[in-house]
């Protein structure tokens, strides 16, 4: 995955994420729905961390940077 792709995802997570929130204070009418809504939110959030932590990886960079150890 290229580092283009992964910002993609993140925006969309994001944007997601937010919608979720949103519904989650205000469209939320019985506790097992917010129970839910929460549970998404938790583990859209960790898919971004996830992809954070993918783009900090020294191998990552790397690959998109290029290798500076010389031979």
Not at 6 to 31: E, P
């Amino acid at each position: 995955m290229d580092i283009d792709t992964i910002s993609l995802i993140q925006r969309r997570l994001k944007k997601r994420i937010d919608q979720l929130k949103d519904q989650a204070f205000y469209g939320v009418d019985t506790m097992e729905k917010l129970q839910y809504a929460r549970g998404q939110i938790r583990s859209l959030e960790d898919l971004q961390q996830d992809l954070k932590d993918l783009l900090s990886t020294t191998e990552y960079e790397d690959e998109v940077h290029g290798s500076t150890e010389e031979d």
